[in-house]
């Protein structure tokens, strides 16, 4: 079989300057050609020719002439139990007891970094179950289900390098007793990294290195697979956003919901307040007048550090990726070919040189960011939250946002609530947590937990399980 490519394939890559990615083709086995020629014909060169000259200029941020902090509604700071929390909660419980709401969960990543091999969702993280993220977050899906009597949805955006063992993971657990049909998954586009001059680049002869679009991709994804479709179908108006780190995210927060309902938002998020000024968060704020997530590296030091006249952060609403997106607003984006911006992470990687050889080369790898779209709707409601409630994400294997931290805030979190019921906690470890875990099926906030909780947990050597 001949290596050479078609004619045409080979015109549009030397017109788009990308013409060395068939230089090992006479290397490859058939089977490998085949395959990588299939790759090579996806690839979408006038977006790659934009890609380049972003490479080219160098990642450097949009200039921007004033920040203002954002409307947020606080209810920890207002009191949680006023007419207007009870009238929001209300309307979020009647819009998830509607069928409206779907759950739409960002999954791309591995767990490499955690020294795990497979998805990060497979990533096992509960203190004493020590159930992977993904069932926490099923069992999580499962209450809800229970509590509005409704068949909700799960969208699950995978990536190039999980989707095969994602769904098996979720297949080998039995879609842990959801309904394989509403479990939808779907996958992210794949970009390739360039060299500085805008060349793509190897990772192996018969291999480019692509890497996944940056969750932002989770909105086109949405449009092309079909799964927006599949949305409508079902009656869905609402996606509760969230991902796969972050095993507090109650996607089933009906305040949140509510209030995003209420203020008529196309797509609304979660804040939490800095734990200092030099946290290095995005936080959630208007940009130029238009409502964003601010880098921490694009605020001027004096913003980052003004406060008001409470003492607070001025600059303080960290974003902690929990968002409600309407549907008719991604069909609304999709359908007129929208592009968020791009954001260019400038990185060191393990490539193949011009001569065959690994390298390691200095290059570009390009993401897109949800947040990015709230520049877009036409409303937006932002929610104050409780970090130690809602927010835990596991990012590193050790040090802060790992699994240890996220176990221990799970802990915290979860003997708070047996404290409150008046029930006995097992002793404290070395490093003072006593190790409980409440299955979220049996209740996801302390006051729930004091109506159900059993009197007896289940116990082992790894501490107290209420199930």
């Not at 394939?9 to 300057?17: D, F, K």
């Not at 990615?21 to 996806?42: D, M, Y």
């Not at 497979?122 to 159930?131: H, K």
Request: aromatic content about 8%.
């Amino acid at each position: 079989m001949s290596a050479a490519p078609a004619p045409e394939l080979l015109q549009r890559l030397e017109r788009h300057g990308q013409a060395h990615v068939l230089r090992h083709l006479g290397e490859l086995s058939a089977l490998e050609r085949a395959r990588f020629l299939g790759v090579v014909e996806a690839l979408d060169l006038p977006l790659i020719d934009e890609l380049a000259r972003l490479a080219r200029a160098g990642a450097q941020p949009a200039a921007v002439a004033s920040f203002a902090p954002p409307e947020v509604f606080r209810p920890r700071r207002e009191g949680s139990a006023t007419p207007r929390v009870r009238e929001l909660r209300e309307r979020g419980e009647e819009l998830q007891a509607s069928g409206a709401v779907a759950w739409l969960l960002v999954a791309g990543g591995q767990a490499s970094r955690l020294g795990y091999e497979g998805p990060k969702g497979a990533f096992p993280v509960g203190p004493v179950s020590r159930r992977s993220l993904f069932e926490i977050f099923a069992r999580k899906l499962l209450a809800a289900r229970a509590r509005y009597g409704v068949e909700t949805p799960w969208y699950v955006l995978t990536s190039e390098a999980n989707d095969a063992t994602t769904r098996e993971f979720f297949a080998r657990h039995g879609h842990f007793g959801l309904p394989p049909d509403d479990v939808v998954f779907f996958r992210q586009a794949m970009l390739p990294a360039l060299d500085e001059q805008g060349r793509i680049l190897f990772a192996a002869r018969n291999e480019l290195f692509l890497a996944p679009n940056g969750h932002g991709g989770v909105l086109a994804a949405l449009a092309s697979s079909g799964a927006l479709a599949h949305a409508r179908a079902r009656g869905i108006r609402v996606f509760s956003y969230f991902q796969v780190d972050n095993p507090l995210a109650p996607p089933a927060d009906p305040l949140f919901l509510g209030l995003h309902a209420a203020q008529g938002a196309q797509m609304s998020s979660k804040v939490v307040p800095k734990r200092d000024p030099a946290e290095k968060v995005g936080v959630i704020g208007r940009a130029d007048g238009k409502l964003t997530c601010i880098e921490y590296s694009d605020l001027p030091n004096d913003l980052r550090e003004a406060r008001d006249a409470r003492g607070e952060l001025v600059f303080g609403d960290g974003n902690i990726a929990l968002h409600a997106i309407d549907l008719e607003f991604v069909d609304a984006l999709t359908a007129r070919g929208f592009k968020l911006p791009w954001h260019l992470a400038r990185k060191k990687m393990s490539v193949l040189d011009e001569h065959g050889r690994p390298a390691q080369r200095e290059g570009f790898k390009f993401e897109t960011f949800v947040f990015d779209a709230l520049s877009l709707a036409r409303a937006s409601a932002t929610l104050e939250v409780d970090r130690r409630e809602e927010f835990s994400p596991v990012k590193n294997a050790e040090g802060q946002d790992s699994p240890a931290t996220a176990r221990a805030d799970l802990c915290r979190l979860h003997a708070g609530w047996v404290r409150a019921a008046g029930l006995p906690l097992p002793p404290p470890d070395a490093h003072g947590l006593h190790p409980v875990e409440v299955d979220p099926c049996l209740a996801e906030d302390a006051e729930t937990f004091t109506r159900r909780a059993p009197r007896a947990p289940t116990s082992s050597a790894d501490g107290h399980l209420y199930t």
